[in-house]
């Protein structure tokens, strides 16, 4: 049975810089838990942040992959520079997805962390970009397909692909 990395806030946990969690009751997730499937992973937390801490953006919404590559940085809203802890928590997620064999991974959009699509834009006016986030940005590298909460029904979909046996 193939493993599912999932974002932790979307799993009710209260990890979110405000102390809150963006639990998802999507069926699809829901169930994949029942399964047990979901192996729930928050990088901010595991890169040294704490609960609640202060929000934090890529600056000019450069993306994931730039921060990774050193050529941006994720700032705190009083310009406090953290990349050091969102690198430390996406190259965690990825040793976290590479023990437990997994392939796919569901991430919380708009997250300088785990945003798959869509990030804010540095300025902390809630202006997005396409971009993706740090840890988004390391697992797409390293070959995990990732999803958005919103992408559930691809995610089963590449799911169901990843399962079926190869014809003899």
């Known amino acids: 049975m193939e493993k599912v990395l999932v974002s932790a806030c979307l799993l ?7 102390g809150g969690d ?5 069926q699809v ?11 729930g992973f928050c990088p901010e937390i595991a890169g040294g942040l704490s609960v609640p801490r ?3 953006e890529i600056v ?8 990774l590559a050193g050529l941006s940085k994720v700032i ?6 953290v990349s050091a802890q969102f690198i430390s928590g996406a190259r965690q997620a990825l040793e976290c997805a590479r023990s437990n064999g997994i392939k796919l991974a569901i991430l919380k959009e708009r997250s300088p962390s ?6 804010y834009d540095g300025t902390f006016k809630s202006n997005e970009v396409s971009e ?14 990732v999803f958005s909460e919103l992408q559930l029904t691809d995610a089963q979909a590449y799911l169901a692909q990843l399962e079926v046996e190869p014809r003899a």
């Open 29 to 39: 997730l829901q169930r994949w838990i029942r399964e047990g499937r979901v192996v």
């Open 12 to 18: 009710g946990q209260p990890v979110r810089y405000n």
């Open 114 to 119: 785990c945003g798959t699509a869509l990030i």
């Open 54 to 56: 202060l929000p934090a």
């Open 76 to 81: 705190d809203i009083t310009g406090a520079d």
């Open 22 to 26: 963006k639990r998802s009751e999507d």
């Open 60 to 67: 000019d919404g450069a993306g994931g992959r730039k921060v």
């Open 132 to 145: 993706s986030g740090v840890t988004a940005a390391l697992l797409q590298e390293a070959g995990i397909r």
